[in-house]
């Protein structure tokens, strides 16, 4: 039984940083694919970044988020970070760890129903 478990939400202000983690259990970091996605209130889940478990590592962000967040992994400690900086309160969600066995192409990542599971979130609330 594959488990996701988030930690590093909180209140931060604008253009200020804050980094998730989310430890993985029941799979390795090290295959298939990892990932982030976000659901403000009364809006659908957006996908935000994931990353590829092969030797290759190759990254994927939403345009929102490029050149701001950073998908990383730890495979020792199968743990997937999500580094956020300069963040804005459009960035304000709750933010879900996701992971699949599969090696997910593109255009699949975007969709919810590519990924087999789920953490249950933490809160980011970006706010003066």
């Known amino acids: 039984q594959v488990r996701l478990e988030e930690s590093g939400g909180g209140l931060v202000q604008p253009g200020g940083s804050l980094r998730l983690s989310c430890v993985v259990s029941g799979r390795t970091t090290s295959s298939g694919t990892q990932g982030w996605f976000r659901q403000a209130p009364g809006k659908e889940r957006e996908f935000v970044s994931a990353i590829r478990g092969n030797h290759s590592g190759s990254k994927y962000y939403a345009d929102s988020v490029k050149g701001r967040f950073t998908i990383s992994r730890d495979n020792a400690k199968n743990t997937v970070y999500l580094q956020m900086n300069d963040v804005k309160p459009e960035d304000t969600a709750n933010y879900s760890c996701?992971?699949?066995?599969?090696?997910?192409?593109?255009?699949?990542?975007?969709?919810?129903?590519?990924?087999?599971?789920w953490g249950q979130g933490t809160q980011v609330t970006v706010s003066t």
């Open positions: 996701a992971s699949t066995s599969r090696t997910l192409i593109l255009s699949s990542m975007w969709t919810s129903s590519h990924w087999d599971d």
